[in-house]
């Protein structure tokens, strides 16, 4: 079952704007992670935190993790038509079993 | 490096006929991978965890005998969708685990379209 539900479901914007997304989960987890996904394509991995960390920059993206509201979001800044993709976060349930448990994604579409 | 491939990357079939997805692990060990289906515009369903040299682990609600999994090296892991029906149409991705790293982080395939007719 969907462990996360993200929000928004959709979102479109202008290139250069900032793109925020966010996560939101149920149980407790090991840790939290984000991927891309473009059209018809497998996941590309972004990046990952811990459930310990508060905050962690790649780049142009900025993760932010809080536990006590079980919440993540994923910043994009200074967006590109490239960034156009679907988002996922990806939970890892402290008794998981090393499985990923997926959010129903948000399909960003950056306009030129 | 972490590259994961798949083939092939889509297949048409004729309903009851079974098809054979494959998922290598090109430049690392992995000796736990992972199956999902992926409906058009909706999230990735993990369908079993697919571990070598034993029997995979199913989710609820995924036929087993249905859908068939060997992993029988450390970089190869199949799926068979046996007597596939036309409600087996989807996006099938699989994903490894580097077998050295502590973390959870999945490398995914580029993913197999399946359409059965």
């Known amino acids: 079952s969907q462990q996360g539900e993200e929000d928004p479901q959709a979102l479109s914007i202008q290139e250069g704007e900032n793109a925020t997304m966010n996560c939101s989960y149920k149980?407790?987890?090991?840790?939290l992670q984000w991927y891309r996904q473009n059209s018809g394509r497998g996941l590309v991995h972004l990046i990952l935190i811990r459930s310990n960390e508060r905050e962690k920059h790649s780049g142009r993206l900025r993760v932010t993790l809080d536990t006590s509201k079980k919440s993540s979001s994923l910043l994009i800044t200074a967006s590109r038509a490239a960034d156009t993709a679907s988002y996922f976060c990806?939970?890892?349930?402290?008794?998981?079993?090393?499985?990923?448990?997926f959010g129903q994604g948000t399909r960003l579409t950056i306009n030129p | 490096g972490a590259v994961v491939s798949q083939h092939p990357s889509w297949v048409i079939c004729k309903s009851g006929t079974s098809v054979k997805i494959e998922c290598r692990s090109l430049d690392f060990q992995a000796t736990t991978m992972f199956w999902y289906r992926q409906f058009p515009k909706q999230s990735l369903m993990l369908m079993a965890t697919?571990?070598?040299?034993?029997?995979?682990?199913?989710e609820q609600g995924v036929e087993k005998d249905k859908f068939l999994i060997n992993h029988a090296s450390l970089t190869l892991s199949t799926l068979t969708v046996t007597s596939a029906h036309p409600e087996d149409s989807s996006f099938y991705i699989c994903?490894?685990?580097?077998?050295?790293?502590?973390?959870?982080?999945?490398?995914f395939g580029p993913g197999t379209r399946l359409t059965v007719l």
């Open positions: 697919s571990n070598e040299g034993s029997k995979a682990t199913y």
């Open positions: 994903s490894a685990r580097e077998d050295w790293r502590s973390e959870d982080t999945q490398y």
């Open positions: 149980t407790s987890i090991n840790n």
């Open positions: 990806a939970t890892a349930l402290i008794q998981g079993a090393q499985k990923l448990v």
